[in-house]
C-alpha cells in the first residue's frame, strides 16, 4: 500500500475526508489531513505522518516544525 493510501486511511480514522501530500521531513511522508467540505476547522492543522508503512499523527513538539515556524528573532519583536 502507497503511502498516500495509509495516510487516507489513517486521516478517515480520525473522521477527516482526505489528504494533501506537504512534502518529506525527517524520514516521514507528511500529510495534512481535510475536512468534509461542510466541516470548518480552527485550530491547528492535522499532519499525518507515514514512513515504513505506519501512520501515526503529528507529536505536539512536531507542529511548528511542520507548519514552517521558527523563532523570530528578538530584533524584529522590539521593533513591534
Known sequence: ???AEIALLFAKSKGFASVDFQEESNGYDVFIAQPDGDIEIIGYP???LVKDGI???NDPSELM???HF???DKDFTELI
Request: glycine share 0%.
Open 65 to 67: 516544525h511542520l507548519m
Open 70 to 72: 521558527s523563532e523570530v
Open 55 to 57: 501512520a501515526r499523527e
Open 1 to 3: 500500500m502507497e503511502n
Open 46 to 48: 492535522f499532519f499525518v
